[in-house]
């Protein structure tokens, strides 16, 4: 089933329930659904877009995001949602890749595009004539049904070279949705959900079960801590989907610990790590009322999760240790740690996280040498390694590329980031690995020191790794940095810190 059609439903069941609430004003779920039978009526008929052909979205977090976005699934079309924080240039190779016959943008995105003077096809801005034509247009209010249609071409960071578009369809992401409604939450009319994070990701996807249901979106065009925590304090039944850097600069904003949050329902995080240190602080000033989530674009935020209620079982004899997992399989989903060869590696030990169900992408955009590596036998091989105990909880170690080989011996890096978060003076740390004559690879430490802490050194820090950890593990090496490089998602550039070890003269360390 096209995901409009739940939208279409919504409307006329809560026609006058605020729908989006944003910098450009207020639509009522009747408003939003005739915005998007217009612009659909437009795709198809003004620029002639046949089903299945794929239009670009470059905008910001605005009002018009997700009316264009609902718009080009009515038309029976796809959507190419872009990251509007890459660079013109990124962006224009996307809208290549992908084949986009047309690419609807706000306004200083056209004009960047325009001004790179490549062949791209026709753009609409938002606050143009253009664009008031997309919403005077002939409505489209019959809807496309096939649930195995192309939805999302979802492009991936790119951190290691250029991304890739899963093709999610509109059966991935209504599984994602009722997911959500099985191991999250279940909500309605009465519930608000804010994006703060980029709507072309993981904040877009998780709209979606909301906006099927009927809920509130207040879209803000950033994620400022202040703005966020007025929210928590003005609305009731708030949900937001943040990255782990978002949930700490929350809880680092002074105004936290004494502003009223009781707003806030559920804070779903996920994306990168979460440690310990951290989710501690967090639970300490809004209460358990987190979900982590693990997933990837290729099964869109839908592995496994730790619930809200998982957060608050503090009397559980593996608490903390919980706490440093992802949780449990979702709800339809099957989640297996094998070896190169897909034998499972049994309880306890490390290998790959491999997951099948109805979430996992149709496979990589014009792709094959990606399919063949990610997909196989109708499992997604995530490239994430981990272990699950004897209870199906499943902790992730790191990306397999991310892995160090010391002497023989395998090293995680999160192991250790998570001691060096325990340090009073660390806000932010990333461990990555140099290679070594002897060692094959040794372990180097990047630390962000906390503003008001005085200032972190070296020896403290590897008292507490030798305090903590065995002795071939601990860092070889400190370097306190100002910030760590980040991509437009909050993912910390591993590959950035090692090209900054390798310009480095080589230093001798000892064991």
Known sequence: MNLSHSLATVARHVPNQRAITSDDGVLTYAQFEL????????????????????????????????????????????????????????????????DARLVLASKAHADALTALR???????????????????????TTIPTDPDAEAWLFYTS?????PKGAVLTHRNLLFACHAYYADVDFVDERDC??????????????????????????????????????????????????????????????????????????????GAPMYVADLKKAIGVFGPKFFQLYGQGEAPMTISGLTK???????????????????????????????????????????????????VMRGYWNNDEANANALRDGWLWT?????????????????????????????????????????????????????????????IAFVVARADAGGVDGVSLDRLCLENIARFKRPKGYRVVANLPKSNYGKILKTELRQILMREKPEQTED
């Not at 190169?340 to 306890?348: A, E, K």
């Open 309 to 359: 209620r998982m957060h608050a079982d503090v009397d559980h004899a593996s608490y903390e240790e919980r706490l440093g997992s992802a949780g449990i399989a979702r709800t339809g989903c099957a989640m297996r740690v094998v070896d190169g060869d897909g034998r499972d590696v049994g309880v306890g030990a490390i290998g790959e996280i491999i997951t099948k169900s109805c979430c």
């Open 193 to 270: 959900y804010v994006s703060a994070a980029p709507l072309s990701h993981g904040a877009g996807l998780y709209a979606l079960p909301h906006i099927l249901r009927g809920s509130h979106q207040i879209v803000l065009p950033g994620f400022d801590t202040g703005e966020v925590l007025d929210i928590f304090a003005r609305y009731r039944r708030v949900s937001m989907f943040a990255a782990p850097t978002m949930v700490t600069r929350l809880v680092n904003d002074g105004r936290a610990a004494d502003m009223d949050t009781s707003g806030l329902k559920t804070m779903i995080y996920g």
């Open 118 to 140: 490549v062949a791209l096809p026709e753009i609409v801005a938002t606050g143009t004539a253009n664009w008031l034509s997309l919403l005077a247009a002939e409505p489209i």
């Open 383 to 443: 490239g994430d390694l981990g272990r699950v105990d004897a209870c199906g909880f499943m902790t992730l170690k790191d990306r397999s590329k991310d892995m160090i080989i010391s002497g023989g011996s395998n090293i995680y890096p999160r192991e250790i980031e998570e001691v060096l978060l325990t340090h009073p003076g660390v806000l932010e740390c990333a461990v990555v690995s140099r290679p070594h004559a002897d060692w094959g690879e040794e372990v």
């Open 35 to 98: 915005q998007v039978a217009h612009i659909a009526g437009a795709l198809r008929t003004r620029h002639g877009l046949a089903p299945g052909a794929r239009v670009a979205i470059v905008m910001d977090n605005c009002g018009a995001f997700l009316p264009a976005l609902f718009g080009i699934w009515r038309a029976g079309l796809t959507a190419v949602p872009v990251n509007s924080k890459l660079h013109a240039k990124e962006v224009a190779w996307i809208i290549g890749n992908a």
């Open 158 to 162: 790119g951190t290691t070279g250029r």
